[in-house]
């Protein structure tokens, strides 16, 4: 599940042109919209920050220049209430009895941190390239 909707962020497509491998679309995208309206992914974030920020592995020195930053034509007047959410079908028995959803998505999270992190260290030790 966690890994169609970091599919999705990062390329951009459709959530109805989500591979199959992550399963049927519209399972993602609701477990992503109810994710972000009952405020999990904010969570999420803070935590894996304060674990990143506990162990030294965050710069925070960072400057953006907000001068080139643009809105789309269309972002004034957006909502700023989350979408209400909506009670999930089959709230039966869950696959890992042991552990709560909440666990295992922090794990799942932490493993994707793992992952960017060795991505990126190979690609420090790469050589240059120039277009």
């Known amino acids: 599940m966690i890994d169609g909707i970091l599919h999705r962020v990062r ?6 042109d989500l591979p199959e491998r992550f399963g049927p679309w519209k399972t993602v995208y ?9 405020g999990t992914w904010d969570r999420l974030l803070r935590q894996v ?8 592995e965050v710069d925070w020195d960072i400057s953006v ?5 643009r809105a789309h034509q269309h972002a004034a007047g957006a909502r700023t209430n989350p979408p209400p959410a909506l009670s999930s079908k089959g ?3 869950r696959e890992h009895q042991d ?3 909440w666990q295992s ?7 994707v941190v793992l992952e960017v992190r060795a991505w990126a260290a190979r690609g420090a030790g790469s050589p240059a390239r120039s277009t």
């Open 11 to 16: 390329t951009g497509v459709q959530w109805r």
């Open 30 to 38: 609701e477990r992503h919209r109810l994710w972000s309206a009952d």
């Open 49 to 56: 920050q304060a674990e990143a920020d506990a162990t030294g």
């Open 65 to 69: 220049d907000s001068t080139i930053v």
């Open 91 to 93: 709230d039966g028995p």
């Open 99 to 101: 552990e709560t959803p």
């Open 105 to 111: 998505l922090v794990a799942r999270l932490v493993e």
